[in-house]
């Protein structure tokens, strides 16, 4: 994590005080969005395939992607979804799923609506780490929410050149949070996200192991925790839709050499299974975006 975190937290200061976004750079950085939102769908597939292993929680993933397209806070879409193949199973969760419950109550805190303190950044990166089911791509939505939505204080096009740029470094992908901290209220801000996101994974296992495994081994726990991992694939699913209408789609209609870039990039997502295929791949969609985007 310290490798990674340090050099994230140097390509956050330049890109954000030598203005990247505005420098030659900024047709490799639009080449490489597309790509990240190549590598979240692909994501959203792998995590599917594995976490909806029968209709029904396909069905819940398809309805919590449609309620949160309309509008519905994740806060009451993950438990309901939860409770909801509980019942379906006919598995009622013991005493111990409130190690569950607890992290989802934590997210009922209206997102964006604060200025981006270093406190509220602590909060965000709290949230989002305590409601990683499934991977790291399941922070995205999360962080998203607080950092992009209404009163956050980055842009979809900045929060992808945070994911790009984590990508091509020796660390878990998460580490983008560093990134987002930075740009919400510089070194502190960076420092608080960062700890934030990472401290739930630090707590469970040195603090709250023996907790956890008594959840992990209650069998009736474990529908709820499949519905709830369904629900997270519905929303990192509509996370891809929205970053794509915002990357390749303009005002006067689709934009072809994104959109040749983020076909490229699915292709070799689904094709190439090496530990550094994401670097490659967004390397040479920032290449590509250089050539055909500048």
Same mark, same amino acid.
């Given at each position: 994590?310290?490798?990674?975190?340090?050099?994230?937290?140097?390509?956050?200061?330049?890109?954000?005080?030598?203005?990247?976004?505005?420098?030659?750079?900024?047709?490799?950085?639009?080449?490489?969005?597309?790509?990240?939102?190549?590598?979240?769908?692909?994501?959203?597939?792998?995590?599917?395939?594995?976490?909806?292993?029968?209709?029904?929680?396909?069905?819940?993933?398809?309805?919590?992607?449609? %309620?949160? +397209? /309309?509008?519905? &806070?994740?806060?009451?879409?993950?438990?309901? !979804? *939860?409770? =909801?193949? #509980?019942?379906?199973?006919?598995?009622?969760?013991?005493?111990?799923?409130?190690?569950?419950?607890?992290?989802?109550?934590?997210?009922?805190?209206?997102?964006?609506?604060?200025?981006?303190?270093?406190?509220?950044?602590?909060?965000?990166?709290?949230?989002?780490?305590?409601?990683?089911?499934?991977?790291?791509?399941?922070?995205?939505?999360?962080?998203?929410?607080?950092?992009?939505?209404?009163?956050?204080?980055?842009?979809?096009?900045?929060?992808?050149?945070?994911?790009?740029?984590?990508?091509?470094?020796? %660390?878990? +992908? /998460?580490?983008? &949070?560093?990134?987002?901290?930075?740009?919400? !209220? *510089?070194? =502190?801000? #960076?420092?608080?996200?960062?700890?934030?996101?990472?401290?739930?994974?630090?707590?469970?296992?040195?603090?709250?192991?023996?907790?956890?495994?008594?959840?992990?081994?209650?069998?009736?726990?474990?529908?709820?925790?499949?519905?709830?991992?369904?629900?997270?694939?519905?929303?990192?699913?509509?996370?891809?839709?929205?970053?794509?209408?915002?990357?390749?789609?303009?005002?006067?209609?689709?934009?072809?050499?994104?959109?040749?870039?983020?076909?490229?990039?699915?292709?070799?997502?689904?094709?190439?299974?090496?530990?550094?295929? /994401?670097?490659?791949?967004?390397?040479?969609?920032?290449?590509?975006?250089?050539?055909?985007?500048?």
């Amino acid at each position: 994590m310290l490798p990674g975190f340090v050099l994230m937290f140097a390509l956050s200061v330049a890109y954000v005080h030598l203005d990247l976004r505005a420098s030659a750079l900024a047709a490799a950085f639009a080449g490489a969005q597309p790509a990240v939102v190549a590598l979240i769908v692909r994501a959203v597939h792998r995590i599917g395939s594995h976490a909806l292993h029968d209709r029904w929680l396909l069905g819940i993933a398809l309805a919590s992607a449609v %309620a949160t +397209l /309309v509008g519905v &806070s994740f806060a009451f879409v993950l438990p309901l !979804a *939860g409770i =909801a193949y #509980a019942a379906v199973r006919g598995a009622l969760p013991s005493a111990h799923a409130g190690v569950v419950f607890l992290p989802l109550a934590a997210s009922a805190a209206p997102a964006n609506a604060f200025a981006p303190s270093v406190l509220a950044l602590f909060v965000t990166g709290l949230r989002s780490g305590l409601l990683t089911f499934g991977g790291a791509y399941t922070v995205i939505p999360f962080l998203r929410a607080d950092a992009v939505g209404p009163g956050g204080w980055m842009t979809d096009a900045q929060f992808l050149d945070g994911i790009a740029l984590s990508g091509m470094l020796p %660390a878990p +992908l /998460v580490i983008f &949070s560093t990134f987002v901290g930075y740009v919400g !209220a *510089g070194t =502190a801000g #960076a420092l608080a996200l960062t700890a934030g996101v990472f401290l739930p994974a630090f707590a469970f296992t040195l603090i709250g192991h023996q907790w956890v495994e008594r959840v992990v081994e209650e069998k009736r726990t474990h529908a709820l925790l499949d519905g709830v991992t369904a629900g997270v694939v519905g929303l990192i699913a509509v996370t891809a839709l929205q970053l794509a209408r915002e990357t390749l789609l303009a005002d006067a209609g689709v934009r072809w050499g994104a959109a040749a870039i983020f076909a490229a990039a699915l292709f070799a997502a689904f094709q190439w299974k090496a530990k550094t295929a /994401v670097l490659w791949i967004v390397l040479a969609s920032a290449a590509a975006g250089f050539v055909l985007l500048g």
